[in-house]
């Protein structure tokens, strides 16, 4: 009974809250490649000569176009199902949890969509369109697996002097930032730029972070590790950086900024050739090879040491009748070796919008633009296992969007929304035959969507 008692005691003070937030509606979406024009001779690869190399004709004005109207979820917010809990240690010190997970597909988050597979799209070479940065696919139409805790998994103990240490997987300070700056409302629209980048709308991570309040301004700081060393090898990074953040709210005005650096590397794995059944190759479950003549070949991986810098600036201010938001972010890839399988550069955005409320009806509208420059200077494998060198340069390509919408709240926790948006990349056509030339498509994303979001 005693210990029956302490159980009681202890729970008395914790506190358990379940929460989510349901979105389900209607999505008509499409997206325009252009500059899609190059068709390879038959027989011909990538490397370079007449029977194994390119032999292309380039059409720059030459378009391809996919689209879907959809009964779907996801395309204002994310749904999602969470637990969050907070326990009194006394003194004014209280421990918190949030475990949160997120409900059925959410294609529209990010870059993830930013690839066609070519052969979809109708044209004759291999590969496919990729690095456009538009952010956009298909509407979740999908019941998909999910894993508990894979949007926030995280731990956190918080003083009465300010200060909040925690630890565990979530959202970064850059995610935090546009999520709270986003004139349609941290949102899965198409049309703004930092909305439909994984860099700003996928920031996660897992490490430790601490923050600390200053009267009107918070200051934070996070970092995260994940090294791998291997005797007689170099040292392996997996997103391994820090994240520095300032925010400032008083009255009509909020301003918030935030610096993210995150490292990777990889090892260099040179092609090799085993005869099948050895005890190399095919034997140990290598993924990446092919047979062909009764050989087992392993595909080379180019070593990579990549340095990522995402940044962001945001301000709104409020002022009754409108809500007004400005925001800038940038990404920034390097990588140190001469030949890899990434994209780097840089690609900058900005973004101007405004919330109007008018009784139970919110009007909100943004545009948005920056430019592009990233590129491929890596290597292409070509179907016969030939490496070539591409040696191409970033140049530098507009970005526009807009999104235009309105919510009708019916109540604190049921709204309906209706919403159209743009967002256009594009293309540069100076280059007729090079390895990775599709990072210069153009490609241009619209959507119309309505649907009710209920949260609980």
Request: proline share 1%; aromatic share 8%; with cysteine.
């Amino acid at each position: 009974m005693a210990a029956l008692a302490t159980v009681g005691a202890a729970q008395a003070q914790s506190s358990v809250t379940v929460y989510g937030i349901l979105d389900a509606g209607y999505s008509d979406i499409s997206r325009s490649v252009t500059g899609a024009g190059y068709t390879y001779a038959t027989g011909t690869t990538s490397s370079g000569s007449a029977t194994n190399g390119y032999s292309s004709s380039f059409d720059a004005a030459k378009s391809y176009k996919q689209s879907q109207q959809a009964f779907a979820f996801n395309n204002y917010t994310s749904s999602r199902f969470g637990i969050r809990g907070t326990e009194d240690l006394g003194g004014g010190t209280r421990a918190s949890f949030v475990i949160e997970t997120g409900i059925n597909s959410n294609v529209m988050a990010g870059y993830s969509q930013a690839s066609i597979s070519r052969a979809a799209m109708g044209l004759t070479d291999v590969g496919d369109i990729q690095g456009t940065g538009t952010g956009a696919g298909k509407n979740g139409t999908t019941l998909d697996a999910t894993t508990l805790g894979n949007r926030e998994l995280n731990a956190t103990v918080s003083f009465n002097t300010g200060t909040t240490v925690g630890a565990g997987f979530g959202s970064t300070a850059i995610r935090n930032t546009w999520a709270a700056f986003d004139p349609a409302g941290g949102t899965n629209l198409v049309g703004n730029l930092l909305t439909n980048d994984a860099s700003f709308s996928s920031n996660r991570a897992t490490g430790a972070g601490i923050s600390q309040r200053l009267g009107d301004f918070t200051l934070g700081a996070a970092m995260s590790q994940n090294n791998d060393k291997m005797t007689g090898l170099s040292e392996q990074k997996s997103s391994s950086g820090y994240t520095l953040n300032l925010g400032y709210g008083k009255g009509p005005l909020a301003f918030a900024a935030a610096t993210q650096q995150v490292k990777s590397t990889s090892r260099r794995a040179t092609q090799s050739t085993t005869t099948a059944g050895s005890e190399t190759g095919c034997e140990m479950g290598t993924t990446n090879l092919w047979a062909a003549g009764g050989l087992c070949t392993v595909a080379a991986v180019p070593e990579t040491d990549i340095k990522t810098t995402i940044s962001i600036v945001a301000a709104s201010y409020d002022m009754k009748v409108a809500k007004l938001f400005a925001n800038y972010g940038r990404v920034k890839v390097e990588d140190s070796k001469s030949v890899n399988g990434g994209a780097e550069g840089k690609r900058d955005a900005y973004v101007l919008g405004a919330q109007v409320p008018m009784g139970k009806v919110q009007l909100f509208g943004l545009y948005s633009w920056g430019n592009n420059e990233m590129v491929t200077r890596g290597s292409s494998i070509a179907i016969d296992g030939t490496t070539i060198s591409n040696g191409r340069t970033p140049t530098k390509r507009d970005v526009t969007g807009y999104t235009v919408g309105a919510r009708y709240n019916m109540s604190k926790r049921t709204f309906a929304y209706a919403a159209v948006g743009e967002t256009k990349l594009d293309a540069n056509s100076t280059a007729t035959s090079s390895p990775n030339s599709d990072r210069e498509y153009g490609v241009k994303v619209q959507q119309t969507t309505v649907g009710l979001v209920h949260s609980f």
